[in-house]
C-alpha cells in the first residue's frame, strides 16, 4: 500500500478503535464521509472527532461535535486543518507508525494473551494505570482484542491494544495503549508483536506515536508514514 492509502488507512483503524471505546462509555458515534464524529464527549484521552480524509471542511467536523462541553478535541489525521478560528489550540503532534504483515519479532519474555473477561481486564487496567475507562463493555467489541503480558504467576505487568478494522485486501490491524508496568515500553512491543503476528499474521500494523514512544516503536521495526495533529476547544 502506497503511504497515503496506509495513512487512510491508520486514520480509519484508530477512528473505528476511538467508535468502540466511546461505545463502551455509551457514546454512539457517526461515520461521516470526512469524519467519525460524536455528538457528545468522548472518554478522557479520546477525540470527539476523527478526520478520515485529507481537507476535511473544518466547519462541517466540528459542527458535529459538542464544543461547549470542556476538552472537546479533533483528531486531524492529515494535519491539515486549521481549526484556530473555530476557537481550537493544537494540543500534540504525532507520526503515523507502520509495520509491514510478516515482519519478524523478537521472542517475548512474558505469556501473552487475550483479556476475555470482566476480572482479568481489571487487572489489565490496574497495570496499565487507571481503572476507569477500559469498562467491561469493550469485550464484546468483535474487533477489538486486549493482549496482556503475564508473568509465571500470572501477574499482569504488559499490555497492548489490537484492534480490527478494513474489508477484505485492505485490513490492518492498529495497536495502542502499549505498556509495561515493570520496565519500560521496550520490553513490551516484542511480546505484544508477536501476539498481534500470531493472531494476524497477514496483516500490517498500524498507529501512531510521539516523542520517545515513536523512537521505540521504530526500533521495534515500524516507519513513521505522515503527521497529525490533536486540536483541542479552547485551552489545552
Known sequence: MQKQLLVRAAARNNAEWCAAMSRSHGVAGEFGGEAWTAPARTPLYYPDAVTLVPSADPAAVTARIDTAAPGASVKDSFADLDLTDAGFQVLFEARWIHRPAGAPARAP????????????????????GDTRFFRPELLDDAATFVLAGRTPDGRVVAG???????????????????F?????PDSAWPGALDAVHRRFPDLPVVGYEQGDDLAVAVRHGFEAIGSLRVWVHGRP
Request: no cysteine; proline share 0%.
Open 160 to 178: 497492548a491494544v489490537a484492534s480490527l478494522s478494513g474489508d477484505d485486501g485492505h485490513q490492518v490491524i492498529g495497536i495502542s495503549n502499549v
Open 109 to 128: 519474555t512474558l505469556a501473552w494473551g487475550v483479556v476475555d473477561d470482566a476480572e482479568a481486564l481489571r487487572s489489565w487496567a490496574e497495570a496499565w
Open 180 to 184: 509495561a508496568s515493570d520496565a519500560g
